[in-house]
């Protein structure tokens, strides 16, 4: 199997490179157009700032690029934001493939720390490429903004409020926690993203 990791100015890639691995799959992580569009799966991962990512993407040709890709893309953290139609970090135009704006955590509480960091479980999980039986189970993020929930939401998180914690949309899939990072769990989101 052909495996593309989109390499852009975010961090984080490399870590999903190594998730990879570990499950026997050697991916290349790259810039290269046609490597992109010929591969039979492509990721879209990092950890970043929306306006200077997109502004990369848009230099390199990456953002018309990754929008009309027909095979499996999977989008995670910064990935899936950019993946939404607008950001409210930098206000930033984004791709448009999910019908969703980003937003920022706004905290209600005392308690509520922003950037939410940590292990939270998934709910409302939705027949899609996240296993049902993942249900309750729990992953791990690092963000300080949020897609809402939407249609194209199979599964929700709680924190400060319900949010979409993954997406999907045709071939385009995205989790805003980092599979790479989330144990046993998070290797079998990978193994099903893999397998679709």
């Not at 499950?23 to 929306?50: C, H, N, S």
């Not at 300080?144 to 045709?170: G, H």
């Amino acid at each position: 199997m052909n495996i593309a990791i989109i390499k852009y100015n975010a961090g984080n890639i490399y870590s999903v490179d190594y998730a990879l691995k570990r499950l026997g799959v050697v991916a290349t992580v790259t810039d290269d157009g046609e490597t992109i569009r010929t591969a039979d799966k492509v990721l879209f991962p990092g950890q970043g700032e929306a306006s200077s990512t997109m502004a990369y993407l848009q230099r390199h040709g990456l953002d018309t690029l990754i929008r009309n890709l027909t095979q499996p893309v999977l989008g995670i953290c910064i990935g899936m934001q950019l993946l939404c139609r607008h950001s409210d970090e930098g206000d930033t135009p984004c791709l448009g493939v999910f019908d969703a704006d980003v937003k920022r955590f706004v905290a209600q509480a005392k308690s509520d720390k922003i950037p939410h960091i940590g292990w939270n479980t998934l709910s409302s999980v939705r027949e899609g490429f996240i296993p049902k039986n993942l249900e309750n189970e729990y992953v791990y993020f690092v963000h300080s903004y949020y897609v809402p929930l939407t249609e194209q939401t199979v599964a929700a998180t709680d924190y400060i409020l319900p949010f979409s914690s993954a997406l999907q949309k045709d071939n385009f899939y995205a989790t805003q926690f980092h599979p790479e990072k989330s144990g046993d769990v998070g290797e079998k989101i990978l193994k099903s993203f893999l397998d679709l």
